[in-house]
């Protein structure tokens, strides 16, 4: 072979290898990425019982329930729509009422959320990006000098044990 | 007077470091050898005052000065003295502090034992190894600076986030770092070499030390990472396809093609244009790794608090060097002289189709990752890429890598003998099917894809020790001149055995893991059994703790074996954290040959159960030996003396650098 | 001025290491080349082909391909840096000695703070105990409870130290260790449910409910739990609910007990009946110290917090704190000299002296 005919050869096998390659990624973005939507989302976009996404949004408070065998249910709420959601497992650690939560699974006919992952945070301020972007859109979010959603306390509340005597 | 030391150190690393920017290269113009040098001295000194700098932070962890606002937000005076020292990267500002030291050490290395290479390349190398660290000093001092302080002293610090309070932290990280920044010298290398105008197979035996030491440390590092992410996350996953995790993938992936097509330059002064490019690629995808951590465009476990300037700054960085060595690539790379040929069928053609399918690899990853966000831009959809994209990308792409793994070495340079090779390997082969045969019988038609897997495991393990078997003649020869063969092979041979074998082993266990994993999830409560993998666990009582700054909640399992034997007690737990209000999962791990048992805590129940992970995870701990086996080919291959050759007093300079004799 | 000296000589420090290699002549220079990789290539196949690892028509091709770099290189061997130019040197030189310490001046000044002197925890610590009494004495105490985490008594000592110093998360945890390590009762976790009340900014959470839910049940009349259980109804938004509570609180106590005003004021607050004027004591006479031992624990708080004011004096609750206590201890004159200190401490801040003013009048020191 000259010269020529090899760097043919080997151009013509990487891009071989290219072609497969970009088939494979285009085939697995087709079949294989999650979308994220809100609860306001999910009825918008008509999202059909089924198709696999992220659902993000607050945990609302007094809606945990647990069952039977590990299994809890919760309501998803975004401000201007909520979901309720099934789930069964452990959750997360960090997993509470009133704190932002990322669950992925499909919504089956009755309308309910069956969540096969439930992600778990690795920090108590964390906020995931998604949610907090989703309730900023909606003006739920007041952002802290520090970045942690401002818990209001009324000072009626209770004057904080001081030191008198 | 340590904390304001440490940043006039700083500073002046800065100062230095613009002077080494420039004279070295004014020196090579007017062919200057003592301006040339100058680049030797600045950067000996530049790394002097780095380590001045770390120093200072570190002692300022030590001592809980909380003048300095970086320890009040990361520290507290009742820590650990372990995890006040860790506490110093464990956050962004002194990461990068890190990060600097890190890359004055190898421009320190590099100078000290560079003496082997032509003045005016090192003169050239250490320059731009200089623009790097410019950068990154401006960017600590002027966006990220460790040392501000505050006039109101608080009394306490606000503690460390208690998921970091882990020694996974304390070598985890700094690994990585070494890791990512050593290839800043691949980078210096190539760029020198552009600048230069000329490159031949001398610069890839110059280049090739430097790239290993870097790639082990990544290595070691990203096993680290996956092994502290497995036992203290608490769900026993390994690898997430977490946007940070494959930032640390994506250099490990050009990494790997660069250290093999430098051996092709090296050897047959071949592909010498495409090295260069992946030397330049390489270094920008660990800074790329850099930007998506510290920016804040993507949320992940690693993701530390962020702030827009930070982002802005690093990505300008991120645009002049990746732009700027790109477009001097397409300036001169013309320029550089063709090398040796060679015929599709031989080491060299292996070798190709190993940096290939690598790098088509690594650009599955890069896609896979950075995906969402161009859609995010674009379209204002969010969506995630998880593990299945990258199954189906990225395992289908490796499966022809391991295939043609056995090969390479086996083929001869120039021009290979593809049958005379796929005779040798017929032991291998063999193995392979029998493996496969054997686990189908006895998984009878499960999972079908994993006895293949498997198999393909095998056969890589075999070829490597197929290759030892030609290269001794064992078998054929007496054994005693096998074992002088043995002795006579260079080193890098015998890293090279290790390496490939370590991918086979690595193989099975993620096979072994994913396939065969079994679980239990459910509540328990005392006195109550799981039955998990053929061994029976007990749920023998629930007890608190108090520790340091934590309360415990401890469950105590005693473990049985098959046949009913007591083997052991484990005592997972989860920990409470008052004083940030959260809580940690500690799982306990019960190791049984390379096969593991793992529990972790849930909530209480209702109903006063305690709720349970129980994993039964066999040959999990090969996913981490194959890394291991890896590195050490790495460091095996770093000792071979063909790599201290070259320099005018070897014997002294080779010691230093080669620690590991 | 140390510091200025260290500064010194670390930028002659660097400014030698640019100097060094200027003053030297090229004779010490070592340069590597690309001759020696090759000479070596060719000794590497000598070596295999001795060891019989590669074939002999193999190293001969090698050979010859090595030996034809090798010559390329040795002709085109980079030309040996001969030249001297003694200009740039001289500027390399200006550099170094202007130019260097210039920069570093430039960045530093701005952004470090050199009249700073160190901090660190310890010497805080050290010489300052014999100002802080009460703070050292917590710090021994905790060091002690560190080594011997098992001291319930120690942490039964600790705690309310800790909960009047306003470090409810630290009193929470030792609240907490005193009820593993000596026994449950229903003060303790009274005490523990108020100090996470403490840690939560004045907010009854669920965490401190149970805890006074947990007193109430071990003694039904504990008055703190009751209190502050009818709180948590309050925050919850059922003030009749919680008014309720107190009424009941009310009815059952007899008319000297220490707690009634508190609760009467918060029944006023939810609108359940008038009550006779607010009085100031509130949490501490609920949480029923007999005399003695009160006054002692005042005083070794008024202590700690003059101390505290005379470091950092813009607290303008805290003055008030402290003239209300000397008051209570009928230290009229200890008051009075208070009061001074809190105006020259607060000086120019008029909003300061304003609130001042106000809190002097309710207090009725001048009346």
Same mark, same amino acid.
């Given at each position: 072979?000259?010269?020529? !005919? ?29 979308? +994220? ?49 099934? +789930? ?76 008198? !005597? | ?41 600045? @950067? ?329 966000? @161009?859609?995010?831009? %674009? ?179 005693? %473990? ?51 709720? %349970? ?49 | ?113 050199? &009249? ?27 060091? &002690? ?11 039964? *000592? ?104 508190? *609760? ?40 700690? /917090? ?49 609130? /001042?003013?106000?809190? *002097?009048?309710? /207090?009725?020191?001048?009346?």
């Amino acid at each position: 072979m000259t010269r020529k !005919q090899r760097r043919l050869t080997m151009i013509g096998g990487a891009l071989c290898v290219l072609a497969i390659a970009a088939g494979l990624v285009l085939n697995a973005l087709r079949d294989s990425i999650v979308f +994220f939507s809100t609860p306001a989302m999910v009825s918008e976009k008509k999202i059909q019982p089924g198709t696999r996404f992220r659902l993000g949004g607050m945990v609302e408070q007094g809606s945990l329930k647990r069952g039977d065998n590990l299994a809890v249910s919760f309501t998803v709420s975004d401000g201007s729509a909520t979901l309720p959601v099934t +789930f069964k497992g452990i959750l997360p650690d960090l997993f509470r009422e009133g704190q932002g939560v990322v669950a992925e699974g499909a919504i089956d006919p009755a309308g309910v959320f069956k969540a096969d992952t439930v992600l778990a945070k690795h920090d108590e301020n964390y906020m995931p990006k998604e949610v907090a972007d989703a309730l900023k859109k909606q003006g739920r979010w007041q952002e802290g000098a520090d970045g942690k959603p401002v818990i209001g306390v009324s000072d009626s509340a209770q004057p904080k044990p001081v030191v008198t !005597q | 007077m340590i904390a304001e030391v440490g940043h006039y150190a700083l500073v002046l690393a800065l100062a230095l470091a613009l002077i080494q920017a420039t004279v070295p290269v004014v020196g090579a113009y007017v062919r200057d050898a003592a301006l040339m040098t100058v680049a030797r001295s600045a @950067a000996l000194a530049q790394l002097l005052f780095v380590l001045v700098s770390f120093g200072a932070l570190t002692a300022l962890y030590v001592t809980s000065d909380f003048s300095v606002v970086n320890v009040v937000e990361n520290s507290h005076s009742l820590k650990p003295l372990l995890y006040k020292i860790t506490g110093v990267w464990g956050n962004h500002e002194g990461s990068m502090l890190l990060w600097v030291s890190i890359l004055a050490l190898f421009g320190g290395l590099v100078a000290a034992f560079g003496a082997n290479l032509p003045l005016s390349l090192r003169a050239h190398v250490l320059a731009v190894q200089a623009w790097i660290a410019t950068a990154f000093y401006l960017f600590i001092l002027i966006t990220s600076n460790p040392f501000l302080r505050t006039l109101n002293p608080p009394l306490e610090g606000r503690d460390l986030n208690p998921v970091l309070q882990d020694i996974g932290l304390a070598v985890h990280p700094p690994m990585l770092y070494l890791g990512y920044v050593g290839f800043s010298i691949s980078f210096s290398f190539a760029v020198a070499a552009l600048i230069e105008g000329r490159i031949d197979a001398a610069w890839a035996r110059w280049v090739r030390p430097w790239t290993l030491m870097a790639w082990i440390c990544l290595t070691l590092g990203i096993a680290m990472g996956s092994y502290w992410a497995y036992y203290e996350l608490g769900w026993g996953g390994w690898w997430f396809w977490d946007p940070v995790e494959n930032a640390s993938l994506m250099p490990w992936l050009s990494g790997t093609a660069l250290l093999h097509s430098a051996v092709v330059m090296e050897k047959r002064n071949a592909l010498k244009v495409w090295t260069i490019l992946l030397a330049i690629l390489t270094f920008s995808l660990s800074l790329l790794g850099t930007f998506l951590v510290r920016s804040g465009v993507l949320t992940s476990v690693h993701a530390f608090a962020t702030d827009p300037t930070r982002g802005v700054f690093i990505l300008l960085i991120l645009c002049v060097f990746i732009g700027g060595s790109l477009a001097l690539y397409a300036w001169r790379a013309s320029a550089l002289k063709q090398g040796g040929l060679f015929a599709p069928l031989s080491r060299e053609g292996a070798l190709v189709l190993n940096n290939l399918f690598l790098t088509t690899a690594c650009a599955t990853v890069f896609i896979g990752t950075l995906y969402p966000l @161009a859609l995010e831009v %674009v379209s204002g959809d969010k969506i995630s890429v998880g593990a299945p994209f990258f199954n189906l990308t990225f395992a289908p792409l490796f499966v022809p890598l391991m295939l043609a793994m056995p090969f390479g070495p086996l083929l001869a340079w120039k021009r290979g003998d593809i049958a005379g090779a796929s005779q040798r390997l017929m032991a291998a082969a063999i193995a392979a099917l029998i493996a496969m045969a054997v686990l189908w019988a006895w998984t009878s038609g499960g999972a079908s894809l994993a006895p293949l897997a498997i198999g393909l495991a095998v056969f890589v393990i075999g070829g490597a020790l197929s290759d030892l078997v030609e290269r001794t003649q064992l078998f054929r020869a007496p054994f005693a001149t096998a074992m002088r063969r043995a002795q006579g092979l260079p080193r890098a041979t015998w890293g090279t055995v290790f390496a490939h074998a370590g991918v086979g082993v690595a193989l099975i266990g993620i096979v072994c893991e994913t396939t065969w994993n079994t679980e239990y999830i459910g509540a328990l409560k005392p006195g109550g059994v799981a039955t998990v993998g053929g061994y029976a666990l007990r749920l023998d009582g629930l007890t608190q703790q108090q520790g340091p700054n934590f309360r415990a909640q401890i469950a105590t399992f005693s %473990v049985r074996n098959g046949n009913g034997d007591e083997i052991g007690v484990m005592t997972p737990s989860k920990r409470n954290f008052t004083a940030r209000a959260s809580s940690t999962t500690e799982a306990a791990l019960l190791t049984r040959g390379f096969s593991q048992l793992y529990v972790s805590l849930g909530e209480v129940t209702a109903d006063g159960g305690q709720s %349970v992970r129980i994993y039964h995870k066999p040959l999990v701990l090969l996913i981490w030996f194959g890394p291991l086996l890896m590195a050490f080919g790495g460091l095996l291959s770093l000792s071979d003396r063909r790599l201290r050759v070259g320099a005018p007093k070897p014997a002294k300079q080779a010691r230093g650098l080669q620690p590991a004799e | 001025m140390t510091l200025w000296f260290v500064f010194a000589l670390m930028t002659a420090a660097a400014a030698f290491a640019v100097l060094w290699p200027l003053g030297r002549g090229s004779r010490a220079l070592i340069s590597g080349s690309e001759t020696v990789i090759y000479t070596d290539q060719l000794a590497e196949i000598e070596r295999d082909v001795s060891a019989g690892l590669i074939a002999k028509p193999d190293a001969d091709a090698a050979r010859v391909e090595i030996s034809r770099r090798l010559l390329t290189a040795a002709d085109s061997t980079r030309d040996a840096p001969s030249g001297v130019s003694l200009g740039s040197r001289r500027v390399v030189s200006v550099l170094a000695l202007v130019g260097l310490p210039a920069m570093a001046a430039a960045f530093y000044l701005p952004l470090g703070s050199p &009249h700073m002197a160190d901090v660190p925890v310890a010497a805080r610590r050290g010489p300052a105990t014999v100002n802080q009494p009460m703070d050292n004495l917590v710090a021994q105490v905790e060091a &002690h409870l560190e080594k011997n985490p098992t001291d319930g008594r120690g942490w039964t *000592v600790l705690a309310p130290v800790l909960a009047k110093l306003d470090r409810y998360e630290d009193a929470a945890r030792a609240y907490r260790n005193a009820i593993t390590y000596a026994g449950e009762t229903s003060d303790r976790r009274a005490d523990l449910g108020e100090a996470l009340t403490g840690v939560a900014n004045g907010v009854v959470t669920s965490d401190a409910k149970t805890e006074f839910e947990r007193a109430a049940a071990l003694d039904a009349d504990n008055a703190k739990a009751r209190y502050f259980l009818g709180l948590a109804t309050e925050q919850d938004g059922r003030g009749a609910d919680a008014a309720a509570i107190w009424r009941a609180m009310l009815a059952k106590a007899g008319p000297d007990a220490q707690w009634r005003t508190v *609760v009467q004021q918060a029944l006023a607050r939810v609108g359940g009946a008038a009550m006779p004027p607010p009085s100031q004591d509130a949490i501490a006479a609920a949480s029923g110290m007999n005399e003695g031992d009160r006054t002692a624990m005042i005083r070794g708080m008024v202590e700690g /917090l003059a101390t505290r004011l005379k470091a950092d004096g813009s607290d303008v609750e805290g003055w008030l704190r402290l003239m209300r206590a000397y008051m209570v201890l009928g230290d009229r004159d200890q008051a009075k000299r208070a009061e001074g200190d809190a105006r020259a401490a607060l000086g120019a801040d008029a909003d300061g002296l304003k609130r /001042l003013d106000d809190g *002097v009048k309710s /207090l009725g020191l001048n009346g």
